[in-house]
């Protein structure tokens, strides 16, 4: 899929703004501060209806607004797309073609973007919530019914964490937690076994192109570390009792601490190079070998999903590859992936390798051709 063109109006500090984006990739030059990475956050919430950096909508609007609008043209293998995405105080709004939907979760997967930035080194090393956003931020974008159990499984355990938190240990409403437990482990197995497939593909493109990148030298392993004891070859029934008993072993610590122990919000993954733990062994080299190896096994797993390339983001990442890694990712995107790359000068790209490319210069928020 191409954008080929984006509107922007009060997101961030872009006044208005409408740029034609046709070409196969995409440069935005200019200093710090100018408004690169806001451009390239800005395609990345029309895509997900979420910034990759700050889950507070209201930092995206114009300190002088009250409503951002992004409107983007989209060509895909059936044909042309308009999307358009306001965000205010009051919430978001999204349409297809001119026509509302009536939830975001059908609006998102009409752009599929995979976005490389220097933060996602936190994948590999950082906290389980880093990891758990990055799967259901990219499950979400190639499977609709992802996101909609996520939301069901956050009320059920919002609701479960607040009746924790007042219930006194020894006397809960037994009643009340089954019923709990019962659409807790419901959902709960639906977003563990798409978690479980999901990373099972993802793995297979990683290792390959890990393989790849370190000319065969190291064996890259994504491994699931759910909450709960559950064997990936299990189907759902099986995992729904596993989780139920799971549930049951843990209700006094539960009941004491206020807060529920087992379940998709308490997961992890972890990344093995050669059998050895990355975030604990791997060197900042190979931790970043691995963040990109994902990257790019995403872009392949998205086009094995959908039946066609996501567009590539890469906020300011290209000085930090050496050349070898450099030219992996240029590989990648100059033969089928539209990419937007943002830096701070032209020199830490190789532009001659580039065909069919554009520069736009970035200057306090405003972009010229
Ligand atoms: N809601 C907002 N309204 C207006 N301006 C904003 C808003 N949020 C951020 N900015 C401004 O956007 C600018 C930062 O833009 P951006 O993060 O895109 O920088 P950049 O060009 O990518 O720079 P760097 O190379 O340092 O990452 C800052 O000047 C900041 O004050």
Redesign the pocket.
Known sequence: MRLTKIQLQHY??YEQIELATDSQVNLFV?R???????LLEAIFVLALTKSHRTSKDK?????QASEARIRGEVEKRYGPLTLDLSLSTQGKKAKINGLEQRKLSEFIGSLNVVMFAPEDLEIVKGTPGIRRRFLDMEIGQVQPGYLHALGQYSKVLMQRNNYLKTAAPGNANQAMMDVWNMQLAEYGVKIVKKRQNFLEKLQKWAQHIHAGITAGGEELTIVYRPSFESDPTEDETILFEQFMIKLTQVKDQELRRGMTLVGPHRDDMAFFINGKEAAVYGSQGQQRTTALSLKLAEIELIHEEIGEYPLLLLD?VLSELDQHRQTQLIETFQSKVQTFI?T?GLESVNISKLHDSRVYQ?KDGHVEQ
């Open positions: 961030r500090n200019g710090n501060a100018q408004g690169k990475t806001n930092e995206l609007i114009g300190w300011d943002t701070t970035v």
